[in-house]
């Protein structure tokens, strides 16, 4: 990685540049700065509002939606109704064992508890909708109304430097009729996390395009996101030692 000095433009060598604190020190006029990492633009594409999303915007970016596909294709739908019609079958079979003496009546019960949970797994795929919602600092995601088996999760702005979608590599793999895609969020060290998962094309870049769109005017100072404009003291003493080491070497 090259640095250059932005007092005397001087590059500075590896030895002078601290990556953990993102800081460097100049060995030409002994200036100590901050690095600021150039922010990547990942891929964009502008695309109109699905028709079933709906989004409202005042100083929180509110975005909510059902799951896009089609609940005949949706495989986490099936596989909870699979489960669910096998458990109950199971549970009328133990409930006659039961009632002939043969099984204790706690194994009924059993297989009834999880057919329950396969149905109410159901309806959280139904008929709960997919919440966002993004105040320029936080962004939190949620399923809503009924109380689903996924958290609510949330997300620092002050690590992000971008929103993009991407299609699934299980997408990519199966070849699905229907491409699936994701929302990522990039973060400032290069990594990324997932901001929603399992949408059409046209959901997954609205999405991304608008907390992207949002972002800018919202979130704090860009020296506060991808730089550090004024070094704590503890970066200070940490540099001001590197500085005696030049001089007496």
Not at 89 to 117: H, N, R
Not at 182 to 210: F, K, M, N, P
Request: proline residues 4%.
């Amino acid at each position: 990685m090259r640095v250059a000095c932005p007092q005397c433009l001087e590059q500075v060598s590896a030895e002078n540049i601290n990556m953990q604190r993102m800081m460097a020190l100049c060995a030409h006029c002994s200036s100590l700065f901050a690095i600021e990492l150039p922010r990547k633009k990942p891929k964009r594409r502008k695309v109109q509002k699905p028709a079933h999303l709906s989004v409202s915007e005042d100083d929180t970016l509110r975005i909510n939606f059902r799951t896009n596909f089609r609940l005949d294709k949706n495989e986490s739908f099936l596989n909870s109704a699979a489960l669910s019609g096998v458990f109950s079958l199971i549970s009328v079979l133990m409930a006659g064992l039961f009632l002939e003496g043969e099984v204790p009546l706690f194994l009924p019960l059993l297989f009834v508890v999880f057919s329950l949970t396969g149905f109410y797994s159901l309806a959280t795929i139904a008929f709960n909708k997919t919440h966002i919602s993004f105040d320029g600092r936080n962004l939190c995601r949620s399923r809503r109304p009924l109380p689903a088996f996924t958290a609510r999760q949330e997300l620092a702005l002050a690590a992000v430097t971008a929103f993009y979608a991407e299609e699934s590599s299980v997408s990519q793999e199966k070849q699905y009729d229907t491409a699936r895609f994701h929302v990522w969020a990039e973060l400032q060290d290069g990594s990324r996390r997932l901001v929603v998962a399992d949408l059409t094309e046209a959901y997954a870049w609205y999405i991304a395009s608008r907390l992207d769109q949002f972002m800018p005017e919202n979130a704090p100072a860009e020296g506060s996101r991808l730089a550090i404009e004024s070094p704590s003291e503890e970066m200070t003493v940490c540099c001001e030692s590197e500085r005696s080491d030049q001089i007496s070497a």
